[in-house]
């Protein structure tokens, strides 16, 4: 169970091992401009492999029960899937429910913990393999792995690793749980913390904000929705940027090449915008085009 690509690498890896009998996954849903009606990557792979495929809209509905009474399933694998899964479902497999989260449990339990990670400028995080109950990522814990966040490292590069890191930890546990020795660790419901859905609106920042907290908005939301400021009453968006330790009054243009805008606390490397209705570009080109210069503000 599991909709977005991060889910892609352990489902081609379990199916490669084990006799992954369905994929349940997200609705078809439009996407980029032109509103093109697009499947799930997990489905797209899973077709590829033979897989069958469930887009079920409610996990508590009989039909949807039904529907995996029927498949009767050893075990169920979930990441990134989005939905809560009852008891009724949770008891049917003879070796329960697991599911990989992209935290050091009990951190950042919820929907958003790379983005959040990111954001929060944690300089590490990880990835839990939990067997899942009914509550938001309370299950006991089975195997973790930390990963050390590098200053660089936006949420594309993150996912990425997670979805590594989760597919190794997923082999391992399934290959525990067959030959029963897995430990379960409980979670310090005391130390949970939470990572929120992420918004359109968390994205909107100004100048006048912290520079290091600005970079660490554009790095966490690099893939969806991207962070942005509003300039001239337009949504310019931020795709890359770099903190620097110059300091001038705020939103001024410290420099054109590369371009660099003081905020607080230091200033703000931006290498890559997309000006609203337009298309990517460097932010030395945006602010050319502006016909702003060196000591100019934008505000």
Known sequence: ?????????????????????????????????????????????????????????????HNTISLVNQLNPELIVTMAYGKLLPKALLEIPKYGAINAHASLLPAYRGASPIQHAIMNREQKTGVSIMKLDEGLDT????LQKEINLSEECDASELFSIVSDIATNLLLDTVEMLTNNTVEYIKQDASKATYAP??????????????????VSLVKGLSIWPQAFFMYDDKKIKVLKASFSSETAEVGQIISLKPLTIAAINGSVIVHEVMPQSKGRMTGTAYIVGL???????LR
């Open 197 to 214: 859905i992420i918004t359109k609106d968390m994205g909107e920042f100004s100048f006048s904000a912290d520079a290091n907290r600005i």
């Open 1 to 61: 169970m599991g909709t977005p690509d991060i889910s892609v690498k352990p489902l081609v890896a379990l199916a490669k091992r084990y006799d992954v009998i369905g994929l349940f996954c997200g609705e078809d849903k439009p996407q980029g401009r032109k509103q093109i009606i697009t499947p799930p990557e997990t489905k797209v792979a899973a077709n590829a492999l033979g897989i069958d495929v469930y887009q079920p809209k409610n996990l508590r509905s």
């Open 291 to 297: 016909r702003l210069a060196k000591g100019d503000f």
């Open 139 to 142: 299950g006991d814990i089975i």
